[in-house]
């Protein structure tokens, strides 16, 4: 029996999603990781070298925590299709790191019969310090009538739905806190600053995308 599929409908704005743990890392993922996406840089599968190179052992690479992230998006928009999504890095994942990654409805809009949500992502360790956070847009049907209607060759359901966001009046996506800790006043993340590495991938092949890592 098909999962049950999501749908723009039944979504508000601050729904969270639920939460997603992995088991914790370990060097054998790591190892797996490599061969599976090609990424053999010895700082994260040769603990002589990582050592050499000042770092206290192997790291996991951003991109595996970027792909956690990514599960969660998948698990949750069942039948919807990811149209933008992109991370900032902002702390390193050692061995035996569990990393906790969970997202929250910021965006809802719907125009034409094309219907959008937007959901800020954030991944924590064990110790609930943030380790990553970014943003994911899916594009979803209305409703099961409204899917069953195209899948038939038919128009869309139609449905003006005015942007909901749970931005401050005057602020912008880039500036909206990942993680609610953030929007109570606490303390920054160590090294959530500006300069950290960003990663964006679009499941659109006609957008324009870019993934930066820092080894």
Not at 37 to 55: F, I, L, Q, R, W
Not at 118 to 136: S, Y
Request: hydrophobic share 35%.
């Amino acid at each position: 029996m098909p999962a049950r599929k999501l749908y723009f409908e039944a979504i508000r704005v601050g729904d969270e999603l639920p939460a997603l743990a992995k088991a914790p890392v370990d060097r054998v993922q790591l190892s797996r990781y490599a061969g599976a996406s090609g990424d053999y840089n010895p700082v994260h599968v040769d603990e002589v070298y990582a050592k050499s190179v000042g770092m206290p052992s192997v790291y996991a690479p951003g991109m595996l925590i970027m792909g956690m992230l990514g599960q969660l998006i998948s698990d949750w928009a069942r039948g919807g299709q990811l149209r933008r999504y992109g991370v900032r890095f902002i702390k390193m994942v050692w061995p035996g790191d569990t990393v906790v990654c969970k997202g929250r409805v910021s965006d809802r809009h719907g125009s034409g019969g094309r219907y959008f949500v937007e959901i800020d992502l954030w991944a924590e360790n064990q110790r609930g310090e943030l380790l990553m956070k970014g943003q994911a847009a899916i594009q979803l049907f209305y409703s099961l009538e409204d899917e069953n209607r195209q899948r038939s060759g038919q128009s869309p359901i139609v449905v003006e739905v005015p942007r909901e966001s749970i931005l401050a009046p005057g602020a912008t996506p880039d500036s909206a806190p990942a993680a609610p800790a953030e929007e109570t006043g606490a303390k920054k993340a160590p090294g959530s600053k500006k300069s950290a590495k960003t990663a964006t991938e679009a499941s659109n092949p006609d957008a324009e995308g870019t993934k930066k890592h820092k080894k």
